[in-house]
């Protein structure tokens, strides 16, 4: 009985946990997360003393938010270490990662129309054509887009391209910084996308009830974090102050996604 009562309470909490996710994210971004890896050696360069002589310019963007930001961003950290983490690693032990790799593989091709209309709007048509042969290959040969075939054979790249980045495509900056619980770093500009995007996702229209789009999106994200663990881990060892590598890092990558 008691073991019952223990198993409910984790339950509940993992659904309540997909219903916020689900709620709060809706379409999630397509890209996932961040590259944390890549963030720790960003990490790591952004604390040397002296700057590169022909470095990019760095992002600038304005915080008011900083100390709401501060709290989210604690949040975040907690929900990872204290909650995401664990399941992702018992998760782990479950599936093989060969077969976790597939479904990251399958959610991703399921979101090329987010990709497909946000290249199209910013007129990189070879890119939309690339997103369209993409799926066609990944859904009939790649099974359902679970192995990514149009990159293995065809060296056909997936074109990551969301509705934040069509807006900074055509001159709207970041405008304020700001970090979600659960979601994360973003702007006002990426906040604003994220929520256009929704209505490109096919996830949006094909859930028949919340719980469902709540699960599918829940377990997106543990199974994306459970290939990920350590990288977060390693981020954080490599800043002197984690929030502010964080936004500064983050605020560069959207830059740099939007000029390529």
């Given amino acids: 009985m008691k073991a019952a009562k223990e ?24 890209k996932g997360s961040l590259n944390f890896r890549s963030l720790a050696l960003a990490a790591e360069e952004s604390n040397e003393e002296e700057p ?15 100390s709401m930001n501060r709290t989210f ?19 782990g032990k479950v599936l093989p990662q060969g077969f976790r790799v597939d479904l990251r593989n399958a959610y991703h091709n399921i979101l090329m129309p ?9 007129g990189k048509f070879k890119g939309a054509g690339i997103e369209l042969l993409r799926f066609g290959i990944n859904s009939t040969i790649g099974v359902v887009g679970m192995i ?12 990551d391209e969301d509705f934040g980045q069509t807006m ?8 304020v910084y700001v970090v979600w619980p659960f979601l994360g770093p973003s702007s006002l500009r990426d906040t ?58 983050y605020l560069q990558n959207r830059a740099s996604e939007i000029q390529h």
């Fill in 192 to 249: 604003i996308g994220l929520g256009a995007d929704t209505f490109l996702s096919p996830i949006t229209y094909i859930s028949p009830d919340i719980f469902t789009s709540a699960g599918i999106k829940a377990g997106t994200m543990v199974n994306s974090t459970s290939l990920r663990i350590g990288e977060y881990e390693d981020f954080k060892k490599s800043a002197l102050d984690p929030y502010v590598s964080m936004r500064d890092i």
């Fill in 168 to 175: 900074g495509f055509y001159g709207m900056k970041p405008i």
């Fill in 148 to 159: 990514d075939v149009a990159a293995k054979d065809f060296n056909l790249d997936s074109q």
């Fill in 73 to 91: 961003f604690k949040f975040n950290d907690k929900l990872y270490f204290w909650f995401l983490k664990p399941v992702a690693q018992v998760y």
């Fill in 52 to 66: 590169e002589p022909f470095s990019t310019e760095r992002q600038v963007v304005s915080d008011p938010l900083e």
């Fill in 7 to 30: 198993i409910s309470k984790v339950i509940s909490a993992f659904l309540l946990f997909a219903f916020v996710v689900s709620s709060g994210s809706m379409a999630w971004s397509p």
């Fill in 114 to 122: 987010v990709r497909l209309v946000n290249t199209t709007l910013q």
